[in-house]
């Protein structure tokens, strides 16, 4: 695979990016005192040597506590090269003060033992789906990841893809579970009468929108799979705007 040339990081849909990484590891550190209150994102353009282009977003929140902003990272992808940090402004207390032995030696060692424990334990009573327990997230973000789909909601190898699974997987973090959508960031799906458009709806998943959230999934889904997922909002939540083919979607590349 062609080397990364930059990292555009870009606050809020704004069009002048906050940060170009040129150099490896790729870490964004922010502030959380630098924002205002509520919800932001963050949308990452990774250009490589050779030409391709990969986008990616990010979600955290900003809160007022004891008169002081701190920040909590609502969602980050799994395969973005980039890390994204918020500073703790209780971290530069923290490092003033000379290390307990206790909390830096003892502390560690039981953890590892704990987590050892956990693994095993798990390991003995089989493979059985586990839900992370995560506070300070978004409602939606919360309910859309309880409702993740299983290896058996996404089918088997050959099998036809399953439109409400990859809805799930790929869309409801942003868009909502049942298509309510989130502010002006992410428009509902459910009743949003742009959906008649059928050609602007295979653009927009394939190749994102500029100067927004929206991310294109065009390199990471084959034809019937966008072709299932687009599908199933046109027929979702009440909705009855048509249906595509991937052969449509291959037209559309």
């Known amino acids: 695979?062609?080397?990364?040339?930059?990292?555009?990081?870009?606050?809020?849909?704004?069009?002048?990016?906050?940060?170009v990484l040129t150099q490896a590891p790729y870490t964004l550190e922010l502030d959380p005192r630098q924002f205002s209150p509520g919800d932001h994102h963050l949308t990452v353009h990774v250009v490589y040597t050779n030409g391709d282009f990969h986008r990616f977003f990010y979600a955290f929140t900003v809160q007022e506590r004891n008169e002081t902003f701190v920040g909590y990272l609502n969602r980050a992808p799994v395969s973005a090269p980039v890390q994204v940090h918020l500073i703790d402004p209780a971290e530069q207390t923290i490092a003033a003060v000379k290390p307990n032995a206790f909390v830096h030696g003892v502390l560690p060692a039981l953890f590892f033992l704990l987590i050892a424990g956990v693994a095993t334990w798990f390991a003995y009573i089989g493979d059985k789906p586990v839900q992370d327990h995560v506070t300070d997230i978004e409602p939606v973000a919360a309910a859309a990841v309880s409702g993740a789909p299983s290896s058996e909601e996404v089918g088997s190898p050959g099998a036809a893809p399953d439109g409400q699974a990859l809805y799930k997987q790929h869309c409801a973090t942003c868009h909502g579970p049942e298509g309510q959508g989130q502010g002006d960031v992410f428009p509902a799906l459910a009743?949003?009468?742009?959906?008649?458009?059928?050609?602007?709806v295979m653009?927009?998943?394939?190749?994102?929108?500029?100067?927004?959230?929206?991310?294109?999934?065009?390199?990471?889904?084959?034809?019937?799979?966008?072709?299932?997922?687009?599908?199933?909002?046109?027929?979702?939540?009440?909705?009855?705007?048509g249906t595509?083919?991937?052969?449509?979607?291959?037209?559309?590349?």
């Open 1 to 19: 695979m062609a080397e990364i040339a930059r990292i555009e990081v870009f606050l809020d849909g704004q069009t002048e990016p906050l940060q």
């Open 191 to 200: 009743g949003n009468t742009n959906l008649a458009d059928l050609e602007m």
């Open 203 to 241: 653009d927009v998943v394939l190749h994102g929108r500029q100067g927004t959230a929206m991310v294109p999934w065009g390199q990471q889904m084959s034809d019937d799979e966008i072709a299932a997922v687009i599908n199933y909002i046109l027929s979702a939540w009440g909705n009855d705007f």
């Open 244 to 253: 595509v083919t991937p052969d449509d979607i291959a037209q559309r590349r």
